[in-house]
């Protein structure tokens, strides 16, 4: 069945092949009704299509001389999403596709009509996306884009990666199915040959890669959707809970990005909790939440805020004391 957009293509194609057509025709050839034409030709206009009206018996609708359908037709909030788009994958991939969006943005600038250039123009000065993670600035982009290649032609590799928490790293040969994006980070998932099993690695961790002349098949029914998970991380993962008494429930109710399970008590306390494979990574989240919430669990957490607090506390001793405030 016909969609609203491909009629709206239609039209415009009937249009530019033959000027001053009538509403009847536009409907026979659209298989819609009279009615259903007319508001198709106000939706155009509100698009930047220039349609004009001929009236008479001899009249019709038309473009104006010399319109021709641009290669992309976008409505207003269409355009709106490429240009938000656009600048995300710019900030999360970095040089792998900056230049992309970049030139994608431009080619698309110059043939949208004048209506839709000025929503997506609109859209750079009103509609900022921040506080998103930029790339790692670590990264080496140049492998970054030897993995993407990789995963594009489904070739195998062999890297040198180092696990968390270990000095050395291991040689290991891979499948990589595909590459995701998680808070800051590049993880590329494969199929990893030493483990046999599905393993995910963090770009920034791979010392060096080499392209071997061996193709693989992706599995038909793998989804990095369902696989990318904390629990398909490189390590087991761990669950982080923290609880915030009554007087700070609204501080977790403030940041729900940051939770995965939000539970709210018939005191009006908050259980909060998220998992993670990463024990650096969960203390630099949860100490913004401390000493106001109580972080419940892991142990090792715990442990290790613990000692993050008492080192920034001793570095602050032997500081000299700032004047008290008047």
């Keep these: 069945m016909a969609t609203t957009a491909t009629r709206l293509i239609h039209m415009i194609m009937a249009l530019q092949r033959e000027p001053n057509l009538s509403a009847s025709k536009l409907a026979d050839e659209l298989e819609v009704s009279v009615r259903t034409v007319q508001r198709y030709i106000g939706m155009l206009e509100e698009m930047g299509v220039p349609i004009y009206a001929e009236r008479g018996s001899h009249g019709g609708y038309s473009l104006v001389r010399g319109y021709r359908m641009p290669p992309l037709m976008f409505s207003a909030q269409e355009a ?8 995300m994958v710019a900030r999360a991939w970095g040089k792998l596709f900056r230049p992309a969006a970049q030139s994608a943005m431009t080619k698309i600038a110059n043939v949208l009509p004048e209506a839709q250039l000025a929503d997506m123009n609109w859209a750079r000065e009103s509609l900022l996306t921040r506080g998103m993670p930029r790339i790692n600035p670590t990264i080496d982009e140049g492998r970054l884009h030897q993995v993407y290649q ?3 032609e489904r070739t195998q590799l062999t890297i040198e990666y180092r696990s968390r928490g270990q000095i050395h790293s ?3 040969t891979i499948d990589p199915y595909a590459l995701v994006y998680s808070w800051g ?11 046999g099993a599905l393993r995910s690695f963090r770009v920034d961790r791979i010392e060096t890669v080499e392209a071997l002349n061996v193709t693989f098949e992706r599995p038909v029914n793998f989804d990095p959707d369902d696989y990318f998970s904390p629990s398909a991380l490189e390590s087991e993962a761990f669950e982080v809970v923290l609880f915030f008494p009554k007087n700070q429930a609204l501080v977790a109710k403030d940041h729900p990005c940051c939770w995965d399970n939000l539970v709210n008590h018939p005191d009006g306390s908050v259980t909060a909790s998220f998992k993670s494979a990463e024990l650096d990574m969960a203390a630099c989240r949860v100490m913004g939440f401390l000493p106001g919430a109580e972080l419940q669990s892991p142990p090792a957490l715990i442990a290790l805020v613990r000692d993050k607090a008492r080192a920034i506390a001793e570095s602050y001793q032997s500081a000299t004391a700032l004047p008290t405030p008047a």
């Design 80 to 87: 709106v999403a490429v240009c938000l788009g656009a600048e």
């Design 150 to 152: 990789a995963v594009h």
């Design 185 to 195: 980070q590049q993880y590329c998932l494969a199929f990893c040959h030493l483990r």
């Design 170 to 172: 291991i040689s290991r």
